[in-house]
């Protein structure tokens, strides 16, 4: 029974292969059991990868992933995956800025992720806060209100000085990228005052 799902979904993933290729790129990934696989990683849908190292082709669904992580030299970006649960189903996002709070995306069509500059129309991004999902849209809302409990008016001062708008994904990625540096100096601030 194992061998023959084994081979269907081989079926399926040539299959799926064929209908759009799908650019793979040298990456490593990291299995919930500590196993890592080194090879071609290549995204076959939001909830499966296909790794091909030097000895087998292997199939690694959202829930037994850790994570991954490969260079993508078309983007010119070393790219990091994480498996999420998004109303209880287990996707695998991207991790755009990582830290206190993350930025994490998913492709709204794996098709469009070709060998080509992305557009951020084509993603849903998520903010992910105390290891809870969060849809973009809550930044300006709960999520600042969070900075602020946080790091006073420290962020929002940012974002305001820069005229930065906290609706559009590439201001909000400059937002938390300044707000997560700020988390990260925290203990050295406290240890200037004493």
Known sequence: ??????????????????AFPAPSHQGVIVLNDGEVLVGEITNINNQLLLVVTDSARVVVPAHQ?????????????????????EHGKLMIYEVVVNGDISIVRIPRDLRSSTAREEKPSEF????????????????????????????????????RENRLNPHQISDAIQIVRYYNGQIRSLPYLADLQH
């Open 65 to 85: 992933l850790r994570k991954a992580q490969y260079f993508d030299e078309i983007n010119n970006i070393n790219r990091k995956f994480l498996p999420l649960s």
């Open 124 to 159: 849903r991004y998520y903010l992910l806060v105390v290891s809870e999902l969060r849809p973009f849209s809550e930044f300006s809302k709960s999520i600042s209100a969070y900075m602020e409990s946080r790091v006073g008016n420290l962020a929002k001062s940012y974002w």
């Open 1 to 18: 029974m194992k061998t023959l799902c084994i081979i269907f979904f081989s079926f399926l993933i040539d299959a799926s292969l064929l």
